[in-house]
């Protein structure tokens, strides 16, 4: 059983990633920096996910992601608790819990970025996040709060 959030949950997501490359390579390569923050009030976590090629290459605990990377996707432990419970029911995400919609007017989960060019990789590359969150579906999971 993985704790979420942690690099070791991260970790298994991309187990489970690398034992399907060649469905993510349908999806086409992505190079982009993903930070994610789960929490708040002083008590978020940051993690930041290198996606290259097919696949996430490093995975790490950050005080503040969105030093490092192109956009953030920021949102309390019961939303991401939320999608990633329904897509562990559902085996993907039903229409309201993907992570495109849950990032529309910033709730549940809010998107940020540097700039507008830096955004466009939420969007350009959203097929493959989405798939990569997908595998969670085979990790079991344990939500702890920070």
Same mark, same amino acid.
């Given at each position: ?14 187990? %489970?990633? $690398?034992?399907?490359? !060649? %469905?993510?390579?349908?999806?086409? @390569?992505?190079? =982009? ?5 789960? /929490? /708040?009030? /002083?008590? =978020? ?6 996606? $290259?090629? @097919? +696949? ?10 969105? $030093? ?5 996707? &920021? +949102? ?5 608790? !939320?999608?990633? &419970? *329904?897509? %562990?029911? *559902? /085996? &993907? ?20 970025? +540097? ?8 969007? %350009?590359? *959203?097929?493959?996040?989405? =798939? @990569? ?11 702890? =709060?920070?």
């Amino acid at each position: 059983m993985s704790k979420f959030p942690s690099v070791e949950w991260f970790q298994a997501v991309n187990q %489970r990633v $690398a034992q399907d490359k !060649e %469905r993510f390579k349908l999806l086409g @390569y992505v190079d =982009a920096n993903v930070g994610i923050k789960i /929490g /708040g009030n /002083g008590a =978020a976590k940051g993690y930041l996910l290198q996606f $290259a090629d @097919y +696949g996430v290459t490093d995975v790490r605990e950050v005080d503040e992601p969105a $030093a490092e990377a192109d956009f953030v996707i &920021e +949102g309390s432990l019961g939303a991401w608790s !939320e999608m990633i &419970e *329904n897509i %562990r029911q *559902n /085996g &993907e995400p039903d229409l309201e819990h993907t992570l495109n919609r849950l990032t529309m007017a910033g709730v549940p989960l809010k998107l940020t970025a +540097g700039d507008q060019m830096q955004e466009d990789l939420f969007y %350009r590359f *959203n097929q493959s996040f989405q =798939a @990569y969150f997908n595998e969670a579906a085979a990790v079991p999971t344990e939500f702890v =709060a920070s």
